[in-house]
């Protein structure tokens, strides 16, 4: 396994903040960095969603990816610290849109059953998490709506 | 709303699935009925989410506006630019809005507002935050959904974006379900949906079948199957013009034999009245409207989108029944005349309907090369003008499109033959010639505006004297009144394509 993720990274990562320390050790001892190269897919559309990624470097596209359409670009992610894969947290468990690495990118992995042992040992730092994961998709929204009104994806 | 009914209404919505009984019937109790006339704001984009609404009834709108970056300041009004909007709509009982309650930072990503009159529940947000705090088990759960719905809300809004992309939403959903067979069983209903939404006769069903996959399918049906649904608003608002147009035509055609054609005109053009509330559309110029009746109404005449077509290959069209209805009716309370092309012998649904309003047939004679025998073209001619003047002098308006032939707005208006106004010229007292144009009726009016101009009305003895030869009224009809009706379609045309112009309905 690869060296224990340090906790005060961890504790700056939008998803994660106000977590208290044991559920963050929990999350560095199940985590893994990962480095993928320019073009390498983070997470495939309809993949099962078993890990939560975090962009620590680097940046993300994410594409909605239809056999008459090809590749739509539906957003970027720029921000360190931002999440990708959320639909781990959300059934049925598959990634709704593919990720693909714009350039290098450092990322976290962390696997679902580890946020999963943090809910069932802290329902209110679980409702934590959550929130703020689903505020991180209601960003999301707003970036897809205007790129359906033609404007430039917002970055993260 | 009872308790009971209030506790069914939340385990039933979305936002609550899953969630143990007992929480749900507390926030029951914490929650309040709170209803809304149609029209009336629901919650507002970029107000503070302070509550959270589960519809019990009726069928909301919601618009998410976006400010356009890109487009220059407005030097008269300063900061305010134009906007872009996506639309979406809701009518499922149990639907949630206001959502962002639920959701950091808590402020109202969309406007939603009631199309019908519409009875909701409200769940303070204080309140919801507070019974969570005190049970964390509930927090998590409710997280889970709140997390659930935004993600939903985003797939909806990524499947819009590849609709645009396909400009079709039947394509896009298509291709949505071709991407998630593999995750299908193979029974699954949804397999069915891309061929039902293909016909317009088969989309009560897929619409059926949605609605039940919702309630009744696996995981992944349920949250495909809700997908779709959201993305069906233009689909059944075209359904239900289908339905309109279908009970319309048998108002008319199977109207009892004994009733006036009077009477059937007045109540098919009431029926259309309803139709036409449901649609976007502007009229402007009704000022110039005169103020009695008797006179002739000249229109552009536009083609029908096909969508429109009956099981028995009639088609009504909407441009001439929204003058008579929308405009005509209400300044005149009576149904005007229409002069219409006489049925071919196969044509029975248009026999069906036009045999029963007493209008005026012209014969294909007067428009095209005449195949059928019996009175010779002067003969008709004459008839139709003892015809129509005999209405014109009983104080009954009537309305003609002097084209003779249909085209789209883009075209329109072709060329004009003489007739409406050799009418006006024979016909004592003199009529008022009143123009009317019309756009975009040939599009699908449940995903457009429409737009009607009334032009200032005026005497062909104003422009052409009486006695004059033949000659000089054509020259008039053709460089004179042609080009102005010309110009009323442009305007017509550009009125529909403003962003929110003044007067617009619905």
Known sequence: MAALIPLSALAEVEILKGSPAWALTLLAENAEERRLTRGALVVRQHGPADIVWILLEGSVEILLQFEVVGDLLVGVQREAGSVVGWSAFREPHLYTSSARCEQECRLLAVPRPAFEEIFARDPLVGANILRRVAATIDARLEGALRFLTDEEPAGE | MDTVREVELLANSALFEGIDPHHVRELAGLA??????????????????DALYVVEQGEVRIVYALSSSAQPLDEEEGARAPTSEVVFAARERGYPLGWSAAVDPNVYRATATALTPTHTLRVDRAQL??????????????????????????????????????????????????????????????????????????????????????????????????????????????????????????????????????????????????????????????????????????????????????????????????????????????????????????????????????????????????????PSPDDRRREFLEIAAGHLAAGRNIVICPEGTSVPTERSPVAFRAGAFRLARLTRPEPLIVPIAVANFDKRIAQTRTAAVVGKSWRLSEHVDPEAPDSVLHDFVNHHAHPMMAGMVRDAERLAEEANPPGEAR
């Open chain 2, 129 to 374: 935050e507070a019974y969570a705090q005190a049970h964390p088990v509930f927090a998590l759960a409710f997280a889970r959904r709140a997390l659930w719905l935004a993600g939903a809300r985003l797939g909806t809004v990524r499947l819009a974006l590849v609709a645009n992309r396909l400009r079709s939403q039947r394509e896009a959903i298509a291709a949505l379900l071709a991407d998630y067979a593999p995750t299908l069983p193979v029974t699954s209903p949804l397999h069915h949906i891309p061929h039902l939404l293909g016909h317009r006769l088969t989309v009560d069903t897929a619409l059926a079948s949605l609605d039940a996959l919702v309630r009744e399918g696996n995981r992944v049906e349920r949250e495909v199957a809700g997908l779709v649904r959201e993305q069906l608003h233009d689909i059944r608002a075209a359904l239900l013009l289908f339905r309109s147009l279908q009970r319309i035509y048998e108002v008319v055609a199977s109207a009892p034999p004994e009733l006036p054609a009077e009477e059937i005109r007045q109540r098919s053009l009431l029926e259309f009245q309803q139709l036409f509330a449901g649609t976007r559309h502007i009229v402007c110029g009704q000022e110039n409207l005169p103020a009695c009746p008797g006179h002739i109404f000249v229109m552009n005449h536009l083609v029908n989108h096909p969508d429109n077509l009956l099981p028995n290959d009639f088609i009504l069209t909407l441009d001439t029944h929204f003058v008579a209805s929308m405009i005509l009716l209400p300044h005149y309370g009576q149904a005007p005349i229409r002069v219409v092309r006489k049925s071919h012998r196969h044509e029975h649904g248009h026999q069906r309907y036009f045999d029963r309003l007493g209008y005026i047939y012209v014969y294909s004679g007067h428009v095209e090369e005449d195949a059928e025998p019996g």
């Open chain 2, 32 to 49: 309040t009925p709170q209803a809304f006339q149609a029209g009336e704001t629901i919650v507002a984009q970029g107000e503070s989410a």
